[in-house]
């Protein structure tokens, strides 16, 4: 079964700093997709990110980079030079080669203060 | 840049009524997902399609639901007989191919509410 776990249910981040939003996942598939997805207050899901589990380099995507430590299952996404706009909720989710579903966690609410 | 689209933002029903959820994928996208989110929970998949056909569903999606793409364009999820429960967040999302190192494009959600 797959599963993926965000153990931090809320961070602050003073505006203009970094921070680490963390992530594992569990999967017996070999070939996996991990993603981040930010989720606003007023609801929609916007694409962040994406790491496939073969490939060498961390994702990097602007202020967004994911730390993919395969060994360890773990793809934490991290925001540099935090914005006011950068509070909301951060999903990880995972999909795999086996299934088309995306598998989420519970989420992370990141609050950027100024 | 294309996106996808759903209607309504937000439906209120009375419980036992059908409800039809509205969703346009991008254009060009072959796979089509519904998932939902319970207030304050994760999200949860529903149900994926592809080809006219349901490729794959979870344990939520039972009798009471069911999928459609009438047309060319439009992607629709029915819930037959509402129940309390089925007050969340329906998202519909899409997807070129479905290949897994693909992100799923969503829509901005449908708000359901049961009374």
């Known amino acids: 079964a797959q599963k993926i776990t965000q153990t931090q249910p809320g961070m602050f981040v003073q505006e203009k700093e970094a921070v680490t939003l963390d992530c594992t996942y569990d999967?017996?598939?070999?070939?996996?997709?991990l993603f981040w997805y930010k989720q606003p207050s007023s609801g929609e899901m916007i694409f962040l990110i994406y790491q496939g589990s073969y490939d060498q380099q961390n994702a990097t995507e602007g202020r967004y980079s994911l730390n993919f430590q395969k060994a360890r299952k773990s793809a934490n996404l991290v925001i540099s030079a935090s914005q006011l706009g950068d509070s909301a909720m951060y999903f990880c989710?995972?999909?795999?080669?086996?299934?088309?579903?995306?598998?989420f966690g519970t989420g992370t609410s990141l609050t950027v203060i100024p | 840049e294309p996106e996808v689209t759903q209607t309504p933002s937000h439906q209120v029903t009375q419980m036992g009524q059908e409800v039809i959820l509205r969703c346009v994928p991008i254009s060009n996208h072959l796979y089509f997902y519904w998932y939902r989110q319970i207030l304050g929970q994760k999200v949860e998949f529903l149900v994926s399609?592809?080809?006219?056909?349901?490729?794959?569903k979870s344990e939520i999606f039972d009798d009471q639901f069911s999928v459609e793409r009438p047309d060319g364009s439009n992607f629709t999820l029915k819930i037959r007989s509402t129940k309390l429960e089925d007050s969340a967040m329906y998202f519909c999302?899409?997807?070129?191919?479905?290949?897994?190192?693909?992100?799923?494009?969503f829509g901005d959600g449908t708000r359901l509410s049961i009374l």
């Open positions: 999967t017996s598939d070999p070939s996996y997709g």
């Open positions: 989710a995972m999909s795999t080669y086996t299934g088309n579903q995306f598998y």
């Open positions: 999302a899409s997807s070129p191919t479905g290949r897994a190192e693909q992100p799923q494009h």
């Open positions: 399609f592809y080809n006219n056909e349901i490729s794959e």
